[in-house]
């Protein structure tokens, strides 16, 4: 109801201006407490027709030995990127993020050490693709003397363009016990 003043009506009415204001409280709260996904929203989607795919549809290596040091590397893990027509896509973007990375992490983790003094386990790390369109793991892609199925959890990789909320490619990460 507007305000009177002097017997006349005039303005916006307090109540409509706390109904407004409420409103853009609750939204803005909604919003924080959202974390990634209400940022995630405008994120643009991949360009129509990019495709990404794993060299294989899954990947298992024999657990490091008792002897031999936890963070050896997991090679042979290749992500290629290409557009609609099969041209690679060269200087794109990738997110590389390991599923359950917590639980996973005495089996597989991605390691940063980039710069810094000690080797850095990850669940995710961002990659650029090469000028054929493909991006090889193996530099940072470590697996250690557990065996997944010890751990209870079956990692999977997944592959996505950053600043898109689509899954490009996925691929089962498995750490077999030692022979």
Known sequence: MPE???GEERGTSRRS???TTGALLAGLALGAGAGGT???VGAPAPAPGVRGS?????YAWRATGPRARSGATAAGVVFALVSHDGRPLPGRRVRF???AF???RPSIWLEVSEGLKSA???GYLDLDTHTDG???LDPWLRHGAVPTAAVGTRPVLRAQLVGAEAILASTRLDVLSAP
């Open 54 to 58: 794993f060299g294989a549809p899954g």
């Open 120 to 122: 850095v386990p990850h």
């Open 134 to 136: 493909t991006v090889v």
């Open 97 to 99: 993020s390991l599923s």
């Open 102 to 104: 917590q639980t996973a």
């Open 4 to 6: 009177q003043v002097d």
């Open 38 to 40: 209400a940022a995630a």
């Open 17 to 19: 201006v706390l109904r």
